[in-house]
T-cell receptor, first 113, second 111 residues
């Protein structure tokens, strides 16, 4: 079965600093999803990546899927306290021939003002 | 912006009792899901539901669990006889294509 491993497990950065979170899959990724989890708000969808080499950006967050489609990175530029939360990568969905998602272990981000 | 709504936000129950967790998916979505997250662990898939039947389920989703779409708007998860290990955050999600949108969750505490 497919496993997703995220690194680092937790991250504390000063406001304004850049950071990167990695997600590595044990199998080829046919659909990779990034979510942000905050208590009381559930999982908030950020981005979906499907093609090798694909890169997407939303505001100050950029996500990439490598050419071999086994690793994705999430990069935050000039972090702000509003970026704090737990970032989850997920894989699966109908492009993978399944309805379910599996999720990574999560990366807890704290941004110091 | 449309969202998935879950009620209640927190449910406390005694071991052996039945609980029903409720969800209102996004209105034009066709696929519905339940996931759970035990404290400190990964978010785990329980079940997916499409066209009024279960389309996929995990090993966790045993005979103690059931899902239902009783009307055109609600989607429920029933746990027949709760156990201590059912204590977790339960998330409902819905999708129309590949992207699943999640609710804020129901925290279930079994005493």
């Amino acid at each position: 079965s497919q496993e997703l491993e995220q690194s680092p497990q937790s991250l504390i950065v000063q406001e304004g600093k850049n950071l990167t979170i990695n997600c590595t899959s044990s199998k080829t990724l046919y659909g990779l999803y990034w979510y942000k989890q905050k208590y009381g708000e559930g999982l908030i969808f950020l981005m979906m990546l499907q093609k090798g080499g694909e890169e997407k950006s939303h505001e100050k967050i950029t996500a990439k899927l490598d050419e071999k489609k086994q690793q994705s990175s999430l990069h935050i530029t000039a972090s702000q306290p509003s970026h704090a939360g737990i970032y989850l990568c997920g894989a699966g969905g109908t492009t993978s021939g399944t309805y379910k998602y599996i999720f990574g272990t999560g990366t807890r981000l704290k941004v110091l003002a | 912006e449309p969202e998935v709504t879950q009620t209640p936000s927190h449910q406390v129950t005694q071991m052996g009792q039945e609980v029903i967790l409720r969800c209102v998916p996004i209105s034009n979505h066709l696929y519905f899901y339940w996931y759970r997250q035990i404290l400190g662990q990964k978010v785990e898939f329980l079940v997916s539901f499409y066209n009024n039947e279960i389309s996929e389920k995990s090993e966790i989703f045993d005979d103690q669990f059931s899902v239902e779409r009783p009307d055109g708007s609600n989607f429920t998860l029933k746990i027949r006889s709760t156990k201590l290990e059912d204590s977790a955050m339960y998330f409902c999600a819905s999708s129309v294509a590949n992207i699943q949108y999640f609710g804020a969750g129901t925290r279930l505490s079994v005493l």
